[in-house]
Structures are given as structure tokens and as C-alpha cells.
């Protein structure tokens, strides 16, 4: 057998008796079968018949790279744009299977950690991280691409992690000791710190983490630079607390501040705006033991995008977040506000570069203005209407192809 990644041959038999050839783009299933006659076997199914194939040195590895294959055939068919940032699959002729393993690796990276695809995976390491919600390091797997540093623990759903380089400072080598194996510190903006032990290849890791932070930091600074922004990016000393007790976010809060002045820019929030102080007593009981529960998991886990995340906080979130916190969640769940604070006048400049601009979808959005939520409270007003307006003008501007 044969495996092949172009389109046009994707499984070929050639003994002396029987020839063929399966194109990916005609296989419909792929799955592990166990025929009467055959131990194990992997079954391809096409639109016309379905074939056995058995006898193989490792089938489960064979079997997954006949699985990657026929999805990279359907990504490119389906999904070309998405397809483009992978760039070690654009040549067809040069994806070997440790270009399929590494590929492997990254998406199941991305789908762990929900990140957009763009990034890429730099290193993979074996290490623990001190979790102060369980007094102990944690064993688990640092993962560090362009813009994030990820860690899972070793044991399934005990706990996550994930750092925006964005809210890094510093990355530093600790001194080494017999408790403290190869460890590394790293400060986020909101003096909290996190420490990495048993790291293997310490030094070459840390450095790598560290060019790109710089990185990240020169954009930073370019883009503040370019906003007029001059604010200071790494401390004079790095400074950290250990989240060894205290564990509540210090956040900063980032508003666009370039507000365009043709337009009606009045913020939805400033005519609604859920969070307004109110007496405990006027809020229903249930929305009381909500926000109880939640400020509990603060304290104990942190708060903001780098907080500790176990199965705890995926029950809190089936129970139902309360109103009050639902904008911070989604900020934090998403990692938006980590994008937020790196381009913080995104959104009012797509806002004034959509001023005025009449297509399709601006059409449609004015027609669909008053029919959506007509019964909502926060719709109620021409500056409700309005800051709809500029949402959706805003992202049907950003995204032409909806």
C-alpha cells in the first residue's frame, strides 16, 4: 500500500493481480474493522464500493496517517483559506509523516486550548507548575507557540493554564536546587507570578520564550507608538507575588479611547448597563448564590484569562453565569481582552472605516435593526439602535465574505 497526499491518488495497491487507485477526495468513511476472516483490518468506503485492508506492521499507525490524510484532502477542498495558514501543507510533495506528526500535534494543541489557528507551536516540555489551589507542583505538559503559553496538567480536567504573552513581563531562570529542579519564573502585569519546574533544556527553552515576548513586546510598542501611546512595557526589576495565597486579579481595565466624532458613539452599557450598583435584596436568590460561588472560585483559583482552570469552573459555567460577570467571563474565556489591550483601538477605527460605506450587508442590517430583541429592554432607544448599528456595519466591514 501506498499512502499519497495529492488529490488525485490517495491509496494504491499494486501487487501482481490487483491494481487501484482510492483519490482522498473520493473516500467517504475511514474506520477500524474486524472481518470474519481478518483479525483487524482498516475499512475505506467510497461512494461506488468498500474495501478490507489487512496484514499491516503497525496499523494504528497506519491508520491514523490514512485519517490525516483524507482531512487535509477535504480541508483544502472545503476549507482553502483556513487551509493557507498551514504552511507546511502547501506542498503536497513535501508532507512526510513527521511533517503529519507535528501537524497532528498542533491541532490537537489549538483544540485544547481553543486558539486561532494562525499560531503556531514552537515547543512542547515535560514540567510541573506550582498550583496554589492544591498547595503542590502539578505535573503537566508546557506548551509555548507565538503568543501564549499553555500548560495542562498530566492528570485529565485537574487543571489548565493559559498565558498571553501580552500580560508578560519577564521570563526568568530561577537558581536550581534538589527541590526546585531547572525552574522559571514568569511575572504578568498584574504582579502575580507563575513557577515552572523540572524543565528540561531550561536554558534553550527560556530563551526562545524570551524572543519572542520581545517580540510581542516590539508590537506592541509599535502599535502604541502609532496610537500615540507611551506607556511602559517591562518594569525596571522584574517583580512578582507567587500565587501562593492571595488570588484575585489586579487587572487593568482597557477602553478604546479613539472615538470617532462623526457618529452617535454612545455605548450601549451607558443607557443599560446590568452591573449598576443595586441592593443585594432587589437581585433573585439564585443570582446571589451565582455570584457567591464565583467569587469563591476567585479567590481560590484567580481571576482574569490566567486563572487556574479545572473541572470546577465547567461546572460553574453549566450552572449558569450571573448577569454581573458575564462580560468579564467572556472576556477572559475568549481571550479577548488580552486582544483588546494589544490593539485597543481596533474596533472604533473599523467603526469610522465603515462610516457611510453602502453594500449588501448594510442593507440588510438596517432592515434587521428594529426586528432584533424588540422586546429587550436595552433596544429600546435610538442610541441602543445606534450601537447596534455600529456593531454589525462594523464586522460585516471587517468580514465582506458574510
Sequence with gaps: MYLQSEEECGVGV????????????????????????????????????????????????????????????????????????????????????????????????????????????????????????????TAGTLYASDS????????????????????????????????????????????????????????????????RLRSVQWKQAMFRNKDNRKKALIAPTPYYTFYYDKMYSDCEDNEPSGKPTTLNTEALMSAFHHTQPESSNNKPPIEQAKERLWQDHFEEYGRGVYMFRTEKIQRLVAMGIPESLRGELWLSFSDSASDLSFQPDYYANLVSESLGKCNLASEEIERDLHRSLPEHPAFQSDAAIAALRRVLTAYAYRNPKI
Design 14 to 137: 499494486f501487487p501482481d493481480a490487483v491494481k487501484m487507485v482510492i483519490p482522498w477526495a473520493d473516500v467517504t468513511r475511514l474506520e477500524r474493522a474486524s472481518p470474519s476472516f481478518m483479525t483487524d483490518a482498516i475499512r475505506v468506503t467510497t461512494r461506488s464500493r468498500q474495501r478490507d485492508f489487512s496484514m499491516f506492521l503497525s496499523i494504528e499507525e497506519a491508520f491514523q496517517m490514512m485519517v490525516q490524510l483524507a482531512d487535509i484532502t477535504l480541508r483544502r477542498l472545503l476549507d482553502n483559506e483556513g487551509f493557507e495558514l498551514d504552511q507546511d501543507l502547501q506542498q503536497p510533495a513535501h508532507i512526510t509523516k513527521r511533517v503529519l506528526e507535528e501537524h497532528a500535534q498542533k491541532e490537537y494543541f489549538l483544540a485544547l486550548f481553543r486558539l486561532p489557528r494562525r499560531e503556531r507551536l514552537h515547543e512542547v516540555v515535560e514540567c510541573s507548575l506550582w498550583t496554589p489551589h492544591s498547595r503542590c507542583h
Design 148 to 211: 501564549y503559553m499553555c500548560f495542562c496538567s498530566r492528570e485529565e480536567g485537574c487543571c489548565s493554564l493559559l498565558i498571553p504573552l501580552t500580560e508578560v513581563i519577564s521570563i526568568e531562570k530561577a537558581e536550581s536546587t534538589s527541590l526546585l529542579p531547572n525552574p522559571i519564573i514568569v511575572s504578568i502585569r498584574s504582579k502575580k507570578a507563575f513557577q515552572f519546574i523540572e524543565l528540561r533544556e531550561r536554558d534553550v527553552l527560556a530563551e526562545n520564550m524570551t524572543k
